[in-house]
Structure formats: structure tokens, C-alpha cells
């Protein structure tokens, strides 16, 4: 053991950082009603005889839900099931970072990054982490693909197709968790075709489709049509369409927003003022180690202050023109080669805005790994020690914005379903509301504009709309208001409840006040107010008229 921990100190010391993350950062999160509520609902559902696709409208792939279903027929249906699966994510996260990075770069560069990824996925409070993210598709994606691009190297490294195949069943894996890896799957098949080997090319699919053939058959085995497929891409369809959509995504960075190469340009000043200071000092440290040694404090507290959550937001197209300058060089290093393309592909969805405060998080690390691989084959090996410390500071300057609010996130909602800890506003009005619902048996409710964990952790399991289940506004303006009163017109809710959780990234901020005014006024119509709650975070609880 104790020459297993020399041997492998840097990704020993990684793992107890890791560990200490999620003891220290799992189940506190800013926000408890976006998203996460449909990631830990639908696994319920579907033990309850519910059919993705069908019966439940996701716009995801399948296979987290089903995945977390089964977790939950295993170890029970309880928040802390999905926190031990974020655990284990994010230690094989980390791990595939840091056995990545040290294929190209030194053990102290790569263990540099790996704390990166620590801090930015495990200790994140937003709905971008690795513990309880917005898309536990994602995550899993994102597990499957640092592995496939691990077993892509190795298959350049080696020549041995096993590799290949490996990294094709992972592709395959990520791809019907979320349609975002498609993109670096098509890459993946690719080099396939270019084996010329029609044996590898038919094994590679096979691989590839194995996890995806799995998950849909089992689907259309319980009941599930083409034409179901059919109408869910109708409604996905409308989605793109909306403009909405575009003003959530110019504001996420993934689509163009004008006010990008300013951004590009400040934080590209920003960032690259540290770590070219480290190199400076390391430069003169020879001739002037005094001097050597002001420039490097210097740096690092440089490092320290200007970092921020768009540090890296030039990321992309960096790396996209830099792989293309250095063309010649990439030829002659084919695993780097396909790491840089690997990376680039899988995260075209972020080019206009990488932070890891949004869909980037997933792709950050991975990024970075290829932009120093790139650059230390250009630039002197003995400076990565100072890139290494560079990127320890970064890390260091985010984990104390992160510990900062996980201060203030630290009230409780617990019931038999799991703990989770949140701002005092919100865990007040929300544990007022499932007090509400504690003798409230054979009912149903639905909250808007999103609240699903709601339901999942009340103590009767409230049931609610399995398809029409959140009205943010991008599904107000794609399935228009008319479809959600003809919907609740048949099913007939109990309970209809509104809450002002902010929906401003998608322009109109407040139900009933800047959207869906239409359908709020069908419920004013149709129930009674029979509560406000109001701690902060607000709850207004309508009653259907008999």
C-alpha cells in the first residue's frame, strides 16, 4: 500500500481531495426547483410504470433515467442514491483528467488540473456540477466520454483495436445520455473509416450501438412507438424554433452574441497576465533569483484577483486557432492530435462562451488539458511547473467564491426522501409548502414555472403532470398556452402551484406577471387561492373549484 500511494502519490492526494469535497460541498445548491427536480422524478416514475417518451416528455437521451431508476429498485429511492452516483462520478471524472493530462504532461501539470476539476465540478453550488447537476445525462456523458478519448489515445499509442473498440462503446454510452456527444462521435467514427479495415469499421459500430440499442429496445419493449418518437421530436422541434431558446443560448454563449470578442479580448488579458508573469519569473530566475521570486508573488496574487468564472471563456477558439498553427507539429503527435479534436468537438456548443458556470463546466478541464499539451510542445517542459501553479491559484481563487456561498447555503429540507440544504428564503417557503402537503393524500399538484423535487420529496410522493410538468418560458412559447389549458382541462389537478423563481435567462422573468399570462388566467377561472406562502421565495397554492 505504502509504495502503491509513492508510486501514485499525485492521483492518491487528488482522490482524498476529492473526498473531502463531496463530504464538505454534496447537498448544498443555490437552486433546488430548475431541472433538478425532473432529474430525481422521472427514475421515480418510471418504477412506477411511467415510459420516457410516452408518458414523460424529456428532450434528453434515455439512459440516465432509466440508470438512476434502477439505483433507486437497488439502494432506494432517496436523494443520497443519486449523491453516492455523483461521488463515484466525480472520482472517475478527476481520474480520467488527471490519466489524460499525464499522457502529455507532467505528474505535478496533470495533478494541477485534476484539483481544477475537483473545484469547479465537485464544489460547484450551481446546476453545472457533478453531484446533482441540471442533467444527470450530462454527467454521465461526460464520464463516458473522458474515458472513450482515454482509450482513443491509447488506440493511437498502440495501434491495438480493442482500444478502439472501448472508446466506441463509450461514445456509444455518452451519445444516449445527451445528444451533445454526438458531435465527438461522429469524429470517433471517422477515424474508424479511416482504419480502412471494413472488420474494425463493422466492430466499431457494433460497439458503438450496443448501450443505445440496449436502452431503446428495452423502451419499445415496454410500449413505446415510433410515433411516440415522432411527436417528441415534433415538440422538440417547436423548441428550437422558439426565440426564447435564442436568448437563453446567446446568453449561455451558444449562440453569437456581439458583445463575445469583447469578452474574448478583457478576460484573454485577464488571464494570460498571470501565467505569463510565472513564466517571466521562471525566465529570470537564473540571473535575478530575487527578482524572480517578487515576479512570481506578484503573479500569483495577479492570478488570484483576476480570476473569475469567465477566465476561460476564450478558451475554444484558442485552441481551435492554435491547433491550426501548429498543424505541422499536431501530424507528427497523433494521440495529441486526437485529443485537441476530441476536446474541440465535444464542446462546439460552448465556442461562443466556455465558464464553469454553465454547460463548460463539463468541458473546461478537458479543454485545458489539450491547450498545455499543445503549448509544452512549443514551449519549454520547465515551465510547466509555473502553468502548474498558475492553475492551482485559478482553482484556489474559485474554491473561495465557492465556499463563500456554500456559507449561505446551509438551510435544511429533509423528509424520508433525502436531506438537501439551500438558501434560508428557499428552504423556508419550500418546507412550509411540503408541511402543506403532509395530510394531503390522493391529490396531485403541479408547480410552475418548475418544482418537481417538491413533489418527489414530499411525504405522500405528490404526483404531478408526468408531461406538461414545467412552464418556463420556452415551453409558453413552443407548446403555446392554449396546449397547456386543453392539457389541464383533462387532467385536472388538484393543486396548480406558482412560485417567482426568476426566469430572466429566458427574458421574461415572472410567471403570470411577464409570461404565460393566458393560462394563469384559466386557473384564477377555475381554482381558489387557498395559500400564500411568502418567505423570500414564493408559493401561491390555488385549489381546483369543485
Known amino acids: 500500500m505504502k509504495r502503491f500511494f509513492i508510486d501514485n502519490k499525485y492521483i492518491c492526494i487528488l482522490w482524498i481531495l476529492c473526498l473531502t469535497a463531496l463530504l464538505i460541498f454534496t447537498g448544498h445548491y443555490s437552486n433546488i426547483l430548475l431541472d433538478v427536480g425532473r432529474e430525481v422524478y422521472y427514475p421515480q416514475q418510471i418504477l412506477n410504470g411511467k415510459l420516457l417518451y410516452k408518458d414523460l416528455f424529456v428532450i434528453y437521451g434515455p439512459f440516465s433515467y432509466m440508470w438512476n431508476a434502477l439505483l433507486y429498485k437497488l439502494f432506494g429511492t432517496n436523494l443520497m442514491t443519486l449523491y453516492l452516483s455523483g461521488a463515484v462520478c466525480s472520482l472517475g471524472i478527476v481520474s480520467g483528467i488527471y490519466l489524460i493530462a499525464k499522457k502529455f504532461l507532467s505528474e505535478f501539470m496533470s495533478f494541477a488540473l485534476g484539483f481544477f476539476t475537483i473545484v469547479t465540478g465537485v464544489c460547484a453550488f450551481h446546476l453545472f456540477n457533478f453531484t446533482f447537476p441540471y442533467s444527470w445525462g450530462m454527467l454521465y456523458g461526460t464520464l463516458g466520454f473522458i474515458y472513450s478519448v482515454f482509450f482513443l489515445i491509447k488506440y493511437k ?9 472501448l472508446s466506441a462503446l463509450l461514445a456509444g454510452f455518452s451519445a444516449v445520455n445527451k445528444y451533445d456527444f454526438i458531435i465527438y462521435s461522429v469524429f470517433l467514427f471517422i477515424i474508424a473509416i479511416f482504419s480502412k479495415n471494413l472488420k474494425i469499421i463493422l466492430n466499431f459500430i457494433t ?32 423548441i428550437t424554433q422558439s426565440k426564447t431558446l435564442e436568448f437563453f443560448y446567446k446568453s449561455q454563449g451558444v449562440f453569437f452574441n456581439r458583445l463575445v470578442f469583447e469578452a474574448w479580448a478583457v478576460n484573454f488579458l485577464k488571464t494570460a497576465a498571470g501565467l505569463l508573469g510565472l513564466f517571466l519569473s521562471c525566465f529570470i530566475m537564473n540571473k535575478n533569483r530575487a527578482g524572480g521570486y517578487i515576479i512570481a508573488v506578484i503573479s500569483v496574487i495577479a492570478s488570484y484577483y483576476l480570476a473569475g468564472y469567465k477566465s476561460f471563456v476564450f478558451l475554444i477558439p484558442l485552441l481551435f486557432i492554435f491547433a491550426i498553427t501548429t498543424y505541422k507539429e499536431l501530424k507528427n503527435n497523433i494521440p495529441l492530435f486526437v485529443l485537441v479534436l476530441s476536446s474541440i468537438a465535444v464542446s462546439v456548443k460552448s465556442f461562443w462562451g466556455l465558464t464553469p458556470a454553465n454547460y463548460g463546466n463539463y468541458y473546461t478541464a478537458i479543454l485545458l488539458v489539450s491547450f498545455f499539451a499543445l503549448l509544452f510542445t512549443l514551449v519549454d517542459k520547465k515551465y510547466q511547473k509555473y502553468a502548474a501553479i498558475f492553475m492551482i491559484t485559478v482553482s484556489i481563487s474559485y474554491l473561495a467564491a465557492y465556499s463563500l456561498q456554500r456559507s449561505f447555503l446551509n438551510s435544511k429540507i429533509s423528509t424520508k426522501k433525502g436531506t438537501i440544504y439551500t438558501s434560508q428564503p428557499y428552504a423556508d417557503a419550500t418546507n412550509e409548502l411540503l408541511k402543506f402537503l403532509e395530510n394531503k393524500e390522493n391529490t396531485d399538484m403541479v408547480i410552475f414555472p418548475e418544482g418537481l423535487l417538491v413533489n418527489f420529496l414530499s411525504k405522500n410522493s405528490t404526483p404531478a403532470d408526468d408531461f406538461y410538468n414545467s412552464l418556463i418560458p420556452l415551453y409558453s412559447e413552443a407548446f403555446t398556452d392554449e396546449a397547456f389549458i386543453k392539457h389541464f382541462e383533462k387532467t385536472k389537478p388538484v393543486y396548480i402551484v406558482f412560485n417567482n423563481q426568476s426566469m430572466k435567462d429566458y427574458y421574461f422573468p415572472y410567471i403570470c406577471q411577464n409570461y404565460a399570462l393566458q393560462f394563469c388566467g384559466y386557473v384564477n377561472e377555475n381554482y381558489t387561492k387557498v395559500k400564500d406562502i411568502y418567505n423570500g421565495l414564493n408559493y401561491l397554492i390555488f385549489q381546483r373549484n369543485h
Request: aromatic letters at 14%.
Open 157 to 165: 499509442q498502440t495501434d491495438f483495436s480493442k482500444y478502439l473498440y
Open 207 to 238: 460497439c458503438f450501438a450496443i448501450v443505445p440499442v440496449i436502452s431503446f429496445g428495452i423502451l419499445f419493449a415496454q410500449g413505446l412507438s415510433i410515433d411516440n418518437l415522432i411527436e417528441t421530436g415534433r415538440m422538440l422541434h417547436k
